[in-house]
């Protein structure tokens, strides 16, 4: 996911719908990504170290899309209430 601002202070509604509809997708990739992983492992094509090591990027980035989404949704929620 590219770079990202938690300044929302010039976006509009409809656009930071649009960002959460964004994180939705980058979630869904991260847990397709996730299963291939796995499956590699199991057939053996990657090996243990391999395998941690991808594991321990992958939590980082499911750690941020998940900050991500309370964000998104926060802010939402904030809008929502004026």
């Known amino acids: 996911m590219p770079s990202w601002s938690e300044d ?3 976006f509009s509604l409809e656009q930071i719908l649009k960002l959460q ?4 997708v980058w979630s869904k990739q991260l847990r397709l ?13 990657i090996d243990q170290e391999q395998y941690h090591a ?3 990027q ?8 998940k900050r991500r989404a309370a964000i998104l949704d926060n802010e939402i929620n904030v809008r929502a209430v004026r």
């Open 8 to 10: 929302f202070s010039g």
């Open 21 to 24: 509809a964004e994180n939705r």
């Open 33 to 45: 990504d996730n299963a291939t992983l796995v499956n590699n492992r199991l057939a053996k094509r």
């Open 54 to 56: 991808n594991r321990s």
């Open 58 to 65: 992958a939590h980082q980035e499911v750690a941020e899309c």
